[in-house]
């Protein structure tokens, strides 16, 4: 019994020492552990039990494919004919053409007549003027299809008794064949009933630089109208009647102008 007491002596001394030495134990707190930080962009649940962000942008209209560009496309064909003939091309010069001569406003040309002079016509716009072939001022014998024009050909019937045919004769020159230099618009002047003499005076007079030719008899002249001078005849490079007019003035000169202008600038726009 004494053994016993003496061993739950020591057992409490061992204690005592053990907790003066060690001091009590502290109760420590619980830890908590933090989270872990998730560094994954917002991206929204997909699971169809999720629901979906309310700020979500939404996904961009896919862009419908356009058909690629022609190469060389083709021009929309115009619904209403046009009545005209198509434009002749424009002459092949190395001499500067100057494009005031043309008016800036044309029309398809007309030839309006009264019926005394209409019943006088033998040829008329859109036919063919007929050939001829005369002696010039300068004594040689000419066909009328060698001296057209490469685009045009103004012939001019005239006459000096006739003051108005006169004058026309003396303004052909700087009224169209030095107008339009470089154009392929050539001049030719047919003096009907004069002697062969006078004309040539008149012709050297005016130094005129245009084939000029004579009809002494009239024959000719017999099968393009008949009576009443000057006439003007506009005609293609084929020697058709592309405008005419009878008796002179400046209204005739207006009008030639016109219908060489519509020939270059009118059917081509």
């Known amino acids: 019994m004494r053994n016993f007491s003496n061993l739950v002596g020591l057992f409490v001394l061992g204690m005592f020492t053990l907790v003066v030495t060690t001091g009590c134990p502290q109760s420590k707190e619980p830890t908590t552990k933090t989270?872990?930080?998730?560094?994954?962009?917002?991206?929204?649940?997909?699971s169809p039990s999720s629901p979906g962000p309310t700020d979500a942008t939404p996904p961009a209209e896919e862009s419908t494919p356009k058909p690629p560009k022609e190469e060389n496309p083709k021009p929309v064909e115009p619904t209403t004919p046009v009545d005209v003939d198509p434009a002749p091309e424009m002459p092949e010069t190395t001499v500067k053409v100057d494009l005031s001569a043309m008016p800036k406003v044309v029309w398809k040309p007309t030839v309006m007549l009264s019926d005394t002079h209409g019943k006088t016509c033998k040829i008329n716009m859109g036919e063919q003027f007929p050939e001829m072939t005369l002696k010039g001022v300068d004594g040689e014998e000419h066909k009328l299809s060698d001296l057209l024009g490469k685009k045009m050909t103004v012939v001019v019937f005239?006459?000096?008794?006739?003051?108005?045919?006169?004058?026309?004769?003396?303004?052909?020159?700087?009224?169209?064949?030095?107008?339009?230099?470089?154009?392929?618009?050539k001049v030719v002047a047919v003096n009907v009933g004069d002697e062969a003499e006078e004309v040539e005076q008149l012709a050297k007079g005016q130094q005129v630089d245009f084939p000029v030719l004579i009809d002494v008899d009239s024959e000719a002249m017999k099968n393009i109208a008949e009576d009443i001078l000057p006439r003007t005849y506009l005609l293609?490079?084929?020697?058709?009647?592309?405008?005419?007019?009878?008796?002179?003035?400046?209204?005739?000169?207006?009008?030639l102008r016109n219908a060489i202008g519509y020939q270059f600038r009118g059917r081509a726009a």
């Open 35 to 46: 989270p872990p930080v998730d560094t994954a962009p917002n991206t929204p649940d997909k």
């Open 158 to 185: 005239w006459n000096k008794e006739n003051p108005y045919a006169l004058e026309q004769f003396q303004r052909l020159g700087r009224e169209v064949a030095d107008r339009y230099p470089g154009w392929g618009i």
């Open 236 to 255: 293609d490079e084929k020697g058709r009647v592309l405008w005419f007019d009878i008796e002179y003035s400046r209204s005739t000169s207006r009008e």
